[in-house]
Nanobody, 126 residues
Framework: QLQASGGGLVQAGDSLRLSCAASGRTFANYAFGWFRQAPGKEREFVAA????????RYADSVAGRFTISRDKPRNTVYLQMNSLKPEDTGVYYC?????????????????????WGQGTQVTVSS
């Protein structure tokens, strides 16, 4: 089970931190991803992290502004979002899939994720 939280209404330039609390299994061989969907648009990949090795992958649109991380003792994945822009507005979802490879980058947008949590709304006003 994945439980996302931390969304809200902020102004452009502000920061937010999203959390994804995971439960129900051990995650040593899994990767976690954040995705978002803006109104009228398809869902898009934002960032991913491998649970075991902590390697990360980012969409070009958020690289340098967003940071994904995992807290193993808390079984939680975070998405720190800085310098937010109005185009970052959308419903943010966390997801996970099986992944082995502590020394390689986790799956990106071309690989399907299997388990999804509910979304959390992020709205960035200009």
């Amino acid at each position: 089970q994945l439980q996302a939280s931390g969304g809200g209404l902020v102004q452009a330039g502000d920061s937010l931190r999203l959390s994804c609390a995971a439960s129900g299994r051990t995650f040593a061989n899994y990767a976690f991803g954040w995705f978002r969907q803006a109104p009228g648009k398809e869902r898009e990949f934002v960032a991913a992290v491998g649970w075991s090795g902590g390697r990360t992958r980012y969409a070009d649109s958020v690289a340098g502004r967003f940071t994904i991380s995992r807290d193993k003792p808390r079984n939680t994945v975070y998405l720190q979002m800085n310098s937010l822009k109005p185009e970052d507005t959308g419903v943010y979802y966390c997801a996970t899939r099986f992944f082995q490879g502590s020394h390689i980058s986790p799956p990106g947008p071309s690989v399907p994720y299997d388990f999804w949590g509910q979304g959390t709304q992020v709205t960035v006003s200009s």
